[in-house]
Nanobody
Framework: EVQLVESGGGLVQPGGSLRLSCAAS????????MTWVRQAPGKGPEWVSG????????SYADSVKGRFTISRDNAKNTLYLQMNSLKPEDTAVYYC????????????????WGQGTQVTVSS
């Protein structure tokens, strides 16, 4: 059974940082690209960032480029999202999503989603 468990969310002031983690199990993590998706209250899902299976290729939404960094540790079956210079508009539930192929690191979603972790940016 595929499981994706996010952690690391919380309340942070504007300009602050958070590091999200996603622990994966039930599939061969190193064979698949992964994606972070967020959903703000009252809005649809927004693709944030993606990384290929080996970790050497990444992509970002324009709204987070230069502030967020996606990475993965295939030995630990864990995906990360380092978020710096956070803004109130980054407030959302952040989801870890498994992609269908190893190279699907661009814009798009996948076949399995975690339960999400709440990120709130507010003073």
């Amino acid at each position: 059974e595929v499981q994706l468990v996010e952690s690391g969310g919380g309340l942070v002031q504007p300009g602050g940082s958070l590091r999200l983690s996603c622990a994966a199990s039930g599939f061969t993590f190193s064979n698949y690209a992964m994606t972070w998706v967020r959903q703000a209250p009252g809005k649809g899902p927004e693709w944030v960032s993606g990384i290929n299976s080996g970790g050497g290729m990444t992509s970002y939404a324009d709204s987070v480029k230069g502030r967020f960094t996606i990475s993965r540790d295939n030995a630990k079956n864990t995906l990360y999202l380092q978020m710096n210079s956070l803004k109130p508009e980054d407030t959302a539930v952040y989801y870890c999503v498994k992609r269908i192929r190893a190279s699907d690191y661009g814009l798009g979603y996948g076949d399995y989603w975690g339960q999400g972790t709440q990120v709130t940016v507010s003073s």
